[in-house]
């Protein structure tokens, strides 16, 4: 099994920017898919990036789309999620998981393990 564990969440401005990281342990990173989701109170988990094991594939949701950014570190067991421009509507509780590999998929269901949450809060 692998663990994952986020970071790098905060409070910003609107315009700011945040880097979040999601680092594994347990198994190595580059073994999955690794996909963000987001959740607000009340709402479900909404996909929010997924990049492929290589690194070299990756998909977005068209509300991050042009200002989010995915990449991964696999020697380093680590997957992170660059945030520009960050909107009020961002906030969120940001989750990394990870998948088995294949098609980036975006539902929650495709993924088997994830970690615990980082709040991300955006004043506007």
């Known amino acids: 099994q692998v663990q994952l564990v986020e970071s790098g969440g905060g409070l910003v401005q609107a315009g700011d920017s945040l880097r979040l990281s999601c680092v594994a342990s347990?198994?190595?990173?580059?073994?999955?898919?690794v996909g963000w989701f987001r959740q607000v109170p009340g709402k479900e988990r909404e996909f929010v990036a997924a990049?492929?094991?290589?690194?070299?594939?990756?998909t977005y949701a068209d509300s991050v789309k042009g200002r989010f950014t995915v990449n991964r570190d696999n020697p380093k067991n680590t997957a992170y999620l660059q945030m520009n421009s960050l909107k009020f509507e961002d906030t969120a509780v940001y989750y990394c998981?990870?998948?088995?590999?294949?098609?980036?998929?975006?539902?929650?269901?495709?993924?088997?393990?994830w970690g615990q949450g980082t709040q991300v809060t955006v004043s506007s």
């Open positions: 347990g198994r190595t990173l580059s073994s999955y898919v």
């Open positions: 990049i492929g094991w290589s690194g070299r594939s990756s």
């Open positions: 998981a990870a998948g088995p590999i294949g098609v980036l998929r975006t539902t929650t269901s495709a993924y088997g393990y």
